[in-house]
């Protein structure tokens, strides 16, 4: 997942499962950060660059169901920080169900750090 800002904004997409930061699964011999750049093109119709790794976690599935089997029961979850490549002109989506709606929140508006 990346936390993507364009002037001072902080990109959030709603997919199907809800408002969020940008990614997703890996597919086989593609890069974490190549998957995170398609993700942008498909959730968020925009196409980022300047990513920088700042975390990762370790993750365990809570619950098997239909939509998740074909995912491993435990993984590690990355997180990028990153910036819009094109600022003003948007892509033309592979995957038209994830591209809307995106939202830019102002970082004035974003919740404080947890320390």
């Not at 001072?8 to 974490?32: A, C, F, M, Q, Y």
């Not at 435990?74 to 939202?103: C, D, M, S, V, W």
Request: one cysteine or more; glycine letters at 12%.
């Amino acid at each position: 997942m990346g936390a993507v800002f364009n002037d001072g904004n902080l990109l959030l997409t709603k997919p199907i499962r809800g408002w969020g930061l940008p990614g997703g699964h890996i597919e086989d011999n593609v890069s974490p950060e190549e998957c995170l750049k398609r993700e942008c093109i498909e959730e968020g119709d925009v196409e980022i660059g300047n990513l920088k790794l700042i975390g990762y976690w370790k993750i365990k599935k809570l619950k098997k169901v239909e939509s998740n089997k074909k995912y491993p029961d435990e993984g590690y979850q990355l997180l990028y920080i990153a910036g819009r490549k094109r600022p003003k002109k948007l892509l033309r989506p592979k995957n038209p169900l994830y591209t809307k709606p995106r939202r830019g929140f102002p970082g004035h508006m974003l919740p404080p750090p947890i320390v």
